[in-house]
T-cell receptor, first 113, second 113 residues
C-alpha cells in the first residue's frame, strides 16, 4: 500500500539554525499539508499546498517557515532560524483530491537545543 | 470556528473491556469526522470516518456514529485487546475551511492483559 514517508525521523539542531524537513507524498496525490504536535498538545495545522502554491496557512506559519515542492516527489518544510518552541513532531500529509481523508507520514521529531 | 474536544486520558482498561472515548465538535459548516490512531513510534493512521449526519464509521471492531444533534462522534469498541494500546485522535475537516484537519488532544489507551 502506498504511504507517505518523511526524513529524517529525528533531527536535533541548535537554536538559530536552519532545518529542512522532507516528505515524499503518495505519488498521485495533489494536496499536501504540514502539521505539528508539540509534546502533550494537539496536532496543529501549519500549511496546505496545492498546484505549487500555498493555499492556506495558520497563524503559526510565520515568516520563519516556508514550503517547497522542489521536484515531482518531495515536499519540504524549512524553518529558517529555529527557536526552542519549534521543538515538536512534524507530520506531513497528502490527499488525492480535495475532500478525502488525509494520509499522514510517520513524522519527524525536531529537537531544538 | 472549528474545534474538537476529546475526553482526557490516559485510559487504562483490562483486555475484553468495553471502550468509549468521547469526542464532541464545533463546526461552522458540515464537517466530515474522523478517528485516527497513533501506535507507539508510528504516524497517524486513519481508523474510521463518517462524512454526514447519522453515518456510522467502523473498522477493526471500532465504531463511531456522526450525531449532529449532539455534535458528537464517540469512539466505541466492545472488547479491547492489548494490541489496541495507542493514542486515539478525533478530527474534523470542513469544506468551508479548505479541508485542513482540526484535531482533538488525543486520548492515550493502555490495555492490560
Amino acid at each position: 500500500e502506498p504511504e507517505v514517508t518523511q526524513t529524517p525521523s529525528h533531527q536535533v539542531t541548535q537554536m538559530g539554525q536552519e532545518v529542512i524537513l522532507r516528505c515524499v507524498p503518495i505519488s498521485n496525490h495533489l494536496y499536501f499539508y504540514w502539521y505539528r504536535q508539540i509534546l502533550g498538545q494537539k496536532v496543529e495545522f501549519l500549511v496546505s499546498f496545492y498546484n505549487n502554491e500555498i493555499s492556506e496557512k495558520s497563524e503559526i506559519f510565520d515568516d520563519q517557515f516556508s514550503v517547497e515542492r522542489p521536484d515531482g516527489s518531495n515536499f519540504t518544510l524549512k524553518i529558517r532560524s529555529t527557536k526552542l518552541e519549534d521543538s515538536a513532531m512534524y507530520f506531513c500529509a497528502s490527499v488525492e483530491g480535495g475532500y478525502y481523508e488525509q494520509y499522514f507520514g510517520p513524522g519527524t521529531r525536531l529537537t531544538v537545543t | 470556528g472549528n474545534s474538537v474536544t476529546q475526553m482526557e486520558g490516559p485510559v487504562t482498561l483490562s483486555e475484553e473491556a468495553f471502550l468509549t472515548i468521547n469526542c464532541t465538535y464545533t463546526a461552522t459548516g458540515y464537517p466530515s469526522l474522523f478517528w485516527y490512531v497513533q501506535y507507539p513510534g508510528e504516524g497517524l493512521q486513519l481508523l474510521l470516518k463518517a462524512t454526514k449526519a447519522d453515518d456510522k464509521g467502523s473498522n477493526k471492531g471500532f465504531e463511531a456514529t456522526y450525531r449532529k444533534e449532539t455534535t458528537s462522534f464517540h469512539l466505541e469498541k466492545g472488547s479491547v485487546q492489548v494490541s489496541d494500546s495507542a493514542v486515539y485522535f478525533c478530527a474534523l475537516s470542513d469544506r468551508n475551511t479548505g479541508n485542513q484537519f482540526y484535531f482533538g488532544t488525543g486520548t492515550s489507551l493502555t490495555v492490560i492483559p
